[in-house]
Each structure stands twice: as C-alpha cells, then as structure tokens.
C-alpha cells in the first residue's frame, strides 16, 4: 500500500465547519439556562413587577391623561350674626311717697324724765330693721311691735325712740300708728288685751341726721304711766358717716 493511501485512510471524522455549530449549540444552552434562571427567580418568585402596555389590533396604544373636571365652586356662606336682644332697663326704685314718712315730734310731757332704767314690763320685738337707700332717700324701715304686759294695748300710745347709745339721750321721738294688719303673733290671754294693736311700721327718714351712732328704742305712755325698752342687746342698729347711712350687721 502506498503512502497516499495511507493518508486517506487518515481523514478527520470532524466534518469541515462543525466547530463552529458546536460553540453555538454551548453558547444557546447557556442562554437557555440564564433565561430559564431568571424565569424562576423574577417571575415565580414574584419580585419583579411587568407592566405590559396594552396594545389594540393597529397600533399601540398611547396612555390617555384623564380628564379631571373643574372643582365646582361651593359658596360660603357668612354667619349671621344673631340679634342681641336689648338690655332690659334697671328697675327704677320707687321713692316712698312723703305721707307713709314718721314725722319727728317734740318730746310729749309723759316721756320727760323717761325712768333711767328700760321695764322688763314692756314686751317687744323688732321684726324688720332695714334700708332703703334709692331715689335720693335715706329712709330706715322699722317694723314690730310693743305693749305693755298685762294692759290694753288699744289705749297704749307707742314711740320709736332714737337713742345715742354712748350718753343714752333721746335724740328724736317718732309717734307710732297700729298696724292691725301687720299682727301675725299669738300671745297668752293673759299678757294683755287688744294686742294686734301692739303690732306697727314706720318709716323713718334719717338723711337729715348729723353723724353718729344710733339705737332704735320703744316707749309706751299707758294711763299716765310711761316705760321704755330696748328691741334686743345690740350696741348700735345704724349710723350716719357724712351723710352716709349704714346698717349695724
């Protein structure tokens, strides 16, 4: 055999351009796995999010803005202010009409050397001491009652006593008027008679009275006999501070 055969019987299996195929088959199985791989990891595990856009038969579709409408205007509307109802006017005190004033009176013979001592004879009680100081008045109420136990009270003559309680003289004398009507007290049979006629009200203006302290006393003139009494144990009931008036409280 010659040498030339021998040469022939040599040939390459490989078939001529098959490298080539070979590194292309290697390289598609490695896309193939990468794809493959990113198949499991984004897509079935869920961490990659694809938005495809959406495409009609023609062409694609391009997003639409949306049309938003134009805010409808919402009026305001003002509060109305509410209308203030108007001030009821201050009540005007009512001045007391000059007839219902105890008018002073000069002291009566019967009551000139008035007993220096007050009579636990003469039963009395002071049921309203008050002020009224309006309408340019300064006028001090009394209200109670007095009369001598175990005597008629209809023949008993009373007097409202203003008394300084310092020297214990008699500074003004005021004649009281029963006041039947006023009477709202019982009392024993034998205390006296005709009681309700013990019961009276005045009224009395101070605004004239120099300053000073003052106590409101009661004495009772009884056929010819005259006693007196405190209304309770209070120092002074008022006094008078250039010009003002005030209570004792």
Same mark, same amino acid.
Request: hydrophobic fraction near 45%; include cysteine.
């Given at each position: 055999?010659?040498?030339?055969?021998?040469?022939?019987?040599?040939?390459?299996?490989?078939?001529?351009?098959?490298?080539?195929?070979?590194?292309?088959?290697?390289?598609?199985?490695?896309?193939?796995?990468?794809?493959?791989?990113? +198949?499991?990891?984004?897509?079935?595990?869920?961490?990659?999010?694809?938005?495809?856009?959406?495409q009609d038969g023609s062409a694609?579709?391009?997003?639409?803005?949306?049309?938003?409408?134009?805010?409808?205007?919402?009026?305001?509307?003002?509060?109305?202010?509410?209308?203030?109802?108007?001030?009821?006017?201050?009540?005007?005190?009512?001045?007391?009409?000059?007839?219902?004033?105890?008018?002073?009176?000069?002291?009566?013979?019967?009551?000139?050397?008035?007993?220096?001592?007050?009579?636990?004879?003469?039963?009395?009680?002071?049921?309203?001491?008050?002020?009224?100081?309006?309408?340019?008045?300064?006028?001090?109420?009394?209200?109670?009652?007095? +009369?001598?136990?175990?005597?008629?009270?209809?023949?008993?003559?009373?007097?409202?006593?203003?008394?300084?309680?310092?020297?214990?003289?008699?500074?003004?004398?005021?004649?009281?008027?029963?006041?039947?009507?006023?009477?709202?007290?019982?009392?024993?049979?034998?205390?006296?008679?005709?009681?309700?006629?013990? +019961?009276?009200?005045?009224?009395?203006?101070?605004?004239?009275?120099?300053?000073?302290?003052?106590?409101?006393?009661?004495?009772?003139?009884?056929?010819?006999?005259?006693?007196?009494?405190?209304?309770?144990?209070?120092?002074?009931?008022?006094?008078?501070?250039?010009?003002?008036?005030?209570? +004792?409280?």
């Amino acid at each position: 055999m010659s040498r030339g055969n021998r040469k022939k019987k040599r040939r390459s299996i490989i078939r001529p351009g098959a490298g080539g195929a070979i590194l292309r088959f290697l390289i598609g199985v490695v896309l193939l796995i990468a794809v493959c791989g990113f +198949f499991y990891l984004f897509i079935l595990q869920g961490t990659v999010n694809i938005t495809l856009p959406i495409q009609d038969g023609s062409a694609s579709a391009e997003p639409t803005a949306q049309v938003t409408a134009a805010p409808t205007a919402v009026p305001t509307i003002e509060p109305t202010a509410a209308a203030t109802a108007a001030p009821s006017p201050e009540p005007t005190a009512t001045p007391i009409p000059p007839e219902e004033m105890a008018q002073a009176a000069q002291l009566p013979d019967g009551l000139i050397g008035l007993p220096e001592l007050p009579d636990a004879r003469v039963k009395l009680g002071l049921k309203e001491l008050n002020l009224f100081d309006a309408a340019g008045q300064s006028v001090i109420i009394v209200r109670g009652y007095a +009369f001598i136990e175990g005597q008629d009270a209809a023949q008993s003559q009373g007097y409202i006593l203003l008394t300084d309680p310092t020297s214990g003289a008699t500074l003004n004398v005021y004649p009281v008027s029963p006041r039947t009507e006023d009477a709202d007290l019982s009392f024993d049979e034998t205390a006296g008679a005709n009681l309700d006629q013990a +019961f009276f009200r005045m009224s009395i203006d101070v605004s004239g009275l120099p300053d000073g302290y003052y106590i409101v006393c009661m004495a009772l003139e009884n056929g010819g006999r005259t006693a007196w009494n405190y209304f309770d144990d209070s120092m002074y009931h008022f006094r008078v501070d250039h010009g003002l008036v005030m209570l +004792f409280e």
